[in-house]
Nanobody
């Protein structure tokens, strides 16, 4: 069974740091690039960043410089580290690997 597990919800204060993870089962992530997306309470799902199989990562505005993506092919997991969180980062975060989507992690940042 192909599955990406990153579910639940987290609440933090503005300025905090948080790392969320996405664990794959049923397939190895090593050959594939991975992506993180987010969907704010009102809005479309937008791409946060990507990481290729060589672990070259890129994140996009408005989180560039505050967020980072890493991966561990041995653990079969992808991570999104978020620093200096802002209330506008409140969203549900999704990983996407090889055509599969995680269930999403709801992150709430309070001021």
């Amino acid at each position: 069974q192909v599955q990406l597990v990153e579910s639940g919800s987290v609440s933090v204060q503005a300025g905090a740091s948080l790392t969320i993870s996405c664990a794959a089962s049923g397939f190895a992530i090593e050959p594939w690039a991975s992506e993180w997306y987010r969907q704010r309470p009102v809005g479309l799902r937008t791409k946060v960043g990507t990481i290729d199989r060589q672990s070259n990562a890129d994140v996009f505005d408005p989180v560039k410089g505050r967020f980072a993506i890493t991966r561990d092919n041995v653990r079969n997991e992808v991570y999104l580290r978020m620093d200096t969180l802002k209330p506008e980062d409140t969203a549900t975060y999704y990983c996407h690997i090889h055509g599969s989507w995680g269930q999403g992690i709801k992150v709430t940042v309070s001021s």
